[in-house]
């Protein structure tokens, strides 16, 4: 087990509050703000532990980039460190959400404003986009080209035509990626320390106990029980980040459960892009919107149990594997399931992208089978807005906040013109 260093408490708190109030742009952005504070500035992390650190978290379920933070805090000062660093990575974002959620909620069928949310769907299709480029150069590497890109088709074809499950299309890659793996690691593995699997079975027991507990505060209203649990089974299965997940918790939400409609989906994601801290905060927007179908303490109860359900799982997942990073980044079999399910991701992501830009720009789309438009419903205004959007960041490459406030001011013009 790394040892503890000893970082005061209080230059830590500050160092993750500044880390939480700036880490907007997603996990990109994200991740490099943590390097230049934890590895260039402070140097509490080396780039070899730092790298490590985060083949680790992209192999959790979860926000990697908020659990990077935690354990990074929990490397510098345990447990009580993890919580504040990951806490802090949160709230700031959580906060703002909500607000955003409630002011939905009261003015979200404003004609102006939905000019508004227009202009910010449209640079979201291109942020998807963005988002599955980046992802796809990291994704098929050297040696790796041809079976990852079957992999991405396949996963593509089984989501979109299919309608698989994401969690099995996620399960399925990782298992093929595990018996592809290399047998031997290429050094061996460390020796775990004396004691490290009884308090790995403490810490496992106490966060288990944590998750579970809102459950009974709830047991009285079926909303409430129905939310809490469908976040916090989407907790474990949210391997790929958020963009990843979307479709499926689309899919659950829109058609399984009815609780939104596809457009107040499309807005929740747009405005989670707005905040800061990990994107799956989507996750407290939608059960906000959905609770303030009820009532405004309906909203609030939902978007707390949706944040302890979805967040809750990172401290269990950091707490309990750290004391094994070592040990777990020298088994190649791993290394293997991980590179397997990243291809998948690429192709859940094709699939999120193509149902972004139907949505946005068609006004009806069939989704009885695959998802296909109805070339008559064409937008004109959203395919303007579109181009406009892909014109800031791809050619002139405008950060992710300047965009979303250039757009969000477009489709207002546009709301004003016509």
Same mark, same amino acid.
């Given at each position: 087990?790394?040892?503890?260093? %000893?970082?005061?408490?209080? $230059?830590? #708190? ?6 939480? *109030? *700036? ?12 390097h230049e504070e934890l590895v260039e500035r402070h140097k509490w992390l080396t780039?070899?532990?730092?790298? =490590? ?10 926000? !990697?980039?908020?659990?990077?933070? %935690? ?11 993890? @919580?504040?660093?990951? $806490? ?98 290429? !050094?061996?593995?460390?020796? *775990? ?12 027991? #106490? ?14 209203? !079926? ?5 809490? @649990? ?19 918790? %689309?899919?659950?939400?829109? =058609? ?16 989670? !892009? ?8 989507? $996750? ?20 707390? @149990? ?22 777990? %980044? ?11 399910? /990243? ?10 992208s193509l149902w972004f830009a139907l949505h946005v720009l068609f006004a009806e789309?069939? $989704? ?7 070339? =008559? ?8 807005? /579109? ?8 050619? @002139? ?6 965009? *979303?406030?250039?757009?969000a001011l477009a489709g207002l013009a546009t709301g004003l013109l016509t």
């Amino acid at each position: 087990m790394p040892t503890v260093m %000893t970082v005061p408490l209080s $230059t830590l #708190t500050r160092t993750f509050a500044r880390i939480g *109030l *700036l880490s907007f742009g997603g996990p990109a952005a994200q991740i490099a703000l943590m390097h230049e504070e934890l590895v260039e500035r402070h140097k509490w992390l080396t780039e070899k532990q730092y790298l =490590s650190a985060l083949s680790f978290c992209m192999m959790l379920p979860g926000p !990697e980039a908020m659990q990077l933070c %935690t354990y990074a805090g929990w490397r510098l000062r345990g447990i009580p460190g993890g @919580l504040i660093a990951g $806490t802090l990575f949160v709230l700031p974002g959580a906060l703002v959400v909500l607000a955003l959620a409630l002011a939905y909620a009261t003015w979200g069928q404003v004609p102006l404003v939905q000019s508004l949310f227009l202009g910010i769907q449209a640079a979201v299709v291109v942020i998807v986009v963005q988002a599955l480029i980046k992802l796809a150069k990291r994704a098929f590497g050297p040696g790796f080209m041809a079976e990852g890109l079957a992999l991405a088709a396949l996963a593509f074809l089984a989501i979109y035509a299919v309608h698989l499950p994401f969690p099995l299309i996620i399960a399925a890659a990782g298992l093929w990626g595990a018996l592809r793996g290399a047998v031997t690691a290429p !050094e061996p593995a460390p020796v *775990l320390p004396p004691g490290t699997a009884r308090r790995t079975g403490m810490t496992v027991v #106490t966060f288990l106990a944590l998750w579970v507990a809102p459950f009974a505060l709830v047991a009285g209203s !079926e909303l409430l029980t129905e939310i809490g @649990l469908f976040f916090s089974q989407l907790a474990v299965v949210t391997f790929g980040g958020a963009y990843a997940v979307l479709a499926y918790m %689309t899919q659950e939400v829109v =058609s399984t459960q009815g609780w939104l409609t596809t457009q107040e989906m499309i807005d929740a994601l747009g405005l989670a !892009e707005t905040t800061p801290g990990p994107l799956i905060l989507v $996750t407290e927007f939608t059960a906000a919107l959905t609770g303030a179908k009820v009532s405004l303490g309906t909203a609030l109860a939902a978007a707390a @149990l949706t944040l302890w359900g979805t967040f809750i799982p990172c401290f269990l997942w950091i707490f309990a594997g750290a004391p094994y990073l070592e040990w777990i %980044t020298h088994q190649p079999r791993l290394a293997g399931a991980l590179r397997a399910i /990243t291809a998948a991701v690429v192709g859940v992501i094709v699939n999120l992208s193509l149902w972004f830009a139907l949505h946005v720009l068609f006004a009806e789309v069939h $989704t009885a089978g695959p998802a296909l438009p109805v070339l =008559s419903t064409l937008q004109p205004r959203a395919l303007v807005l /579109t181009v406009l959007a892909a014109v800031l960041m791809l050619a @002139l490459r405008r950060g992710m906040a300047t965009t *979303l406030a250039l757009m969000a001011l477009a489709g207002l013009a546009t709301g004003l013109l016509t």
